[in-house]
């Protein structure tokens, strides 16, 4: 099995998702899965025109040049792709929605009614990778995802296949904590779950409803994040200003 992740965070490596993705993919690889993270960050992936030359010149085929050329093959051969981002203003970060609307070429023109009565554009290909979602954001609780959660299951939708997984980390600047001697026990049982997670979703395609429950848990008590946030704020800033 062949999972690959898109990883839009801006930080590049340096970020809180990739954190969660290394995870999901040691479990993933325990369990036998060949996987890849690529980096949007690190990639030349200019805009969609919004012209639908991949639909009408060249059929199948973006008119732009750049490393989407070597990203869409690798896309399609995927059996899981996992789309990996923080939450930015409510939403996915710019780099993320670039790169989805570059999946255009994957898709026909030609309209069609779903099996629910709604329309999408129909199936170029016959198979499409399933989609996984992992999402950290740095504000506490669940709410935060209330715009990707529906919008990645619509996404599966539009694109033939199905969301079989969604991973969404509430308070995700604690993982800038791991060297602290209170928080790395915390953040190493999360890690663990992580990792349950990629291995349940080579072997069952799916994550168990313990597993879901269990990932959605505070890692710290909101108001706890909340005190030590706002004091790490406080001497970030100072420090900045004392330099
Ligand atoms: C421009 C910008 C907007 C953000 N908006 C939100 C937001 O709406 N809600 C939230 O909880 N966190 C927000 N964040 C915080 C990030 O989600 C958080 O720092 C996350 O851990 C970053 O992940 P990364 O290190 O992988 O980039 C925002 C960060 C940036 C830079």
Known sequence: MKITVFSGSHKGREGNTILMVEEFLKGAEEAGAE???????????KSCRGKFECWIK????C???DDMDELLPRFMASDIVVFACPVYFDNIP????????????VLLPQFEEDETGEYRHAKRYEKYPKFVVISNAGLPGQ??????????????RTFHTELIAEIYRGEGEVFRGQKNIMLKPLIGKYKKLL?????EIVENQALSEKTIKDL?????????????????WDRLIKECQNE
């Open 35 to 45: 996987t890849e993270n690529i980096i949007l960050a690190e990639k030349d992936i």
């Open 58 to 61: 060249t059929p199948g085929r």
């Open 63 to 65: 008119t732009i040049r």
């Open 94 to 105: 710019s780099k993320m929605k670039n790169f989805i609307e570059r999946l255009a070429p």
């Open 143 to 156: 709410t935060n995802f209330e715009v990707e959660r529906p919008f990645f299951r619509r996404l599966a």
């Open 195 to 199: 990792r349950s997670a990629g291995k």
């Open 216 to 232: 959605e848990k505070p890692i710290v008590p909101p108001s706890l994040y909340i005190k030590f946030g706002n004091e790490e």
